[in-house]
């Protein structure tokens, strides 16, 4: 195993100043031209840092939780979870990842990561809701994902719910669409909160009156479906705004009911970008992707900022589908979603 005394020797430097090297700790103390010579000669010889000696002396572990309730059981946890782990890599920490069954076991689930001396923790929800800290996360570095804090303290990232909504609305106001619906959610998340605001706010600035017979709020299955079948036969919309691409599936299946072609009589968005429907619905189903890896990404990232209270501007900023916000932004920091174009508006 090669050793900083060695690299030392080579370089014809103290080991000190090895150390302050290899640890990131050189900024300011040591010059460029030596600190690029010491990387290039422990690359050269292959140095392994030890982990296990570097929390001896630093006190830290370099060991990130991500505590999910759900999320690591849905087709989108991989997307998040690996920007998570990508950042982490990036910065030289580890991640370990968690499911938990809610308030019952999530309690013993961090207690667990603590014992291994978890610098951090990331805490994950899905569809954007409102969240309450648990009382085992108080008092440590913390970073929501797709949530917000009830108390407006806790770091956050999240998709742009508002321009989700808008800028939907707007492509379909801009295809030409006179009545366009909402296929809302039921339950009032902040999601569906801040789509209704954006799609109301977009029919504002085109001069398009709101109507609230063009709104249906739906859950799932049947249900959902008579309410999308009677949005058809009393609404008689000719654009369809909707809150997932679930949903946006009940318009399809009443669009072919009553022989309309989609992308040519009706225009359909919807959001997700979820492989099951928007790949596999024809025509393929124009939608609004949610930034997933960018979340990870971008939280990790600010967790380490946190533990290490560092700006991270040198830091190499991956290229992604939904631009990341600076890591001083304001709580919840939000990611403006791309809207991926396919073949369900008219043109």
């Not at 150390?19 to 422990?42: C, F, H, K, P, W």
């Not at 991989?78 to 968690?98: D, E, H, S, T």
């Not at 949610?290 to 600010?302: D, N, Q, V």
């Amino acid at each position: 195993m090669v050793t900083m005394k060695e690299i030392a020797k080579q370089a014809g430097v103290s080991v000190s100043t090895v150390s302050l090297v290899l640890n990131n700790r050189d900024e300011g103390r040591v010059r460029d031209t030596v600190a690029n010579q010491v990387r290039a000669i422990a690359s050269q010889l292959g140095y392994k840092s030890n982990p296990l000696a570097s929390s001896l002396r630093t006190g830290r572990t370099h060991i990130l939780g991500f505590i999910s309730e759900d999320v690591a059981t849905t087709p989108y946890a991989g997307g998040m979870i690996l920007g998570a782990q990508r950042a982490a890599q990036q910065l030289g920490y580890m991640l370990i990842v968690v499911s938990t069954e809610g308030p019952k076991n999530e309690a013993e689930e961090i207690e667990a990561l603590k014992r291994y001396g978890t610098d951090g923790f990331l805490y994950a929800k899905m569809s954007n809701r409102m969240a309450t800290m648990p009382e085992a996360l108080k008092d440590t570095p913390l970073v929501l994902v797709d949530a917000t804090d009830e108390a407006g303290m806790t770091p956050s990232v999240e998709p742009d719910e508002f321009r989700i909504g808008y800028d939907a609305t707007q492509r379909l106001i801009n295809a030409g669409c006179q009545r366009i619906a909402y296929v809302g959610a039921e339950d009032p998340i902040i999601a569906e909160q801040g789509r209704m605001a954006g799609y109301r706010a977009a029919l504002a600035e085109a001069d398009m009156a709101f109507d609230g017979h063009l709104v249906a709020h739906v859950g799932n299955n049947e249900p959902a479906l008579a309410a999308v079948n009677a949005l058809f036969d009393t609404a008689q919309p000719d654009g369809f705004f909707c809150f997932n691409d679930a949903r946006a599936w009940y318009v399809y299946e009443c669009a072919a009911r009553r022989g309309l072609t989609i992308g040519h009589d009706i225009s359909v968005i919807g959001v997700d970008n979820h492989r099951v429907f928007a790949d596999t619905l024809v025509p393929q189903l124009t939608t609004v992707e949610l930034p997933h890896f960018e979340m990870g990404y971008w939280a990790a990232s600010k967790l380490v900022s946190i533990i290490e209270e560092s700006s991270l501007a040198d830091m190499e900023w991956p290229d992604t589908t939904a631009p990341l916000p600076p890591i001083k932004s304001p709580i919840p920091a939000a990611i403006h979603c791309t809207l991926i174009e396919k073949g369900s508006v008219r043109h």
